[in-house]
Nanobody, 115 residues
């Protein structure tokens, strides 16, 4: 079992920045990739960014150049630095961890980009 807790969401103006955190606990030694997804109202949950256990990163086209995923293994925490935020980034952001073939999810943190 892996437990994931997101934090760092909030209300920000267009062009602003936020940093999301995902704290992992439990049986994390065999976790492979960790990922961020987001879900806007009435829409499906979409991939945002990923980081492998070796540090290889990947991004959705819509956030490339604006978002940066990272992790601190000593703290078992993953981050998502979000810069130049746009109204279309408004969504609930979810942390995901993949362990063998099992997906674990956090409860999400709301990000609202509005003036």
């Amino acid at each position: 079992q892996v437990q994931l807790v997101e934090s760092g969401g909030g209300l920000v103006q267009p062009g602003g920045s936020l940093r999301l955190s995902c704290a992992a606990s439990g049986s994390i030694s065999s976790v492979g990739s960790m990922n961020w997804y987001r879900q806007a109202p009435g829409k499906q949950r979409d991939f945002v960014a990923s980081i492998s256990r070796y540090g290889t990163t990947g991004y959705a086209d819509s956030v490339t150049g604006r978002f940066t995923i990272s992790k601190d293994n000593s703290k078992n925490t993953m981050y998502l630095q979000m810069n130049n935020l746009k109204p279309e980034d408004t969504a609930v952001y979810y942390c995901n961890a993949v362990q063998v073939s099992i997906n674990y999810w956090g409860r999400g943190t709301q990000v609202t980009v509005s003036s």
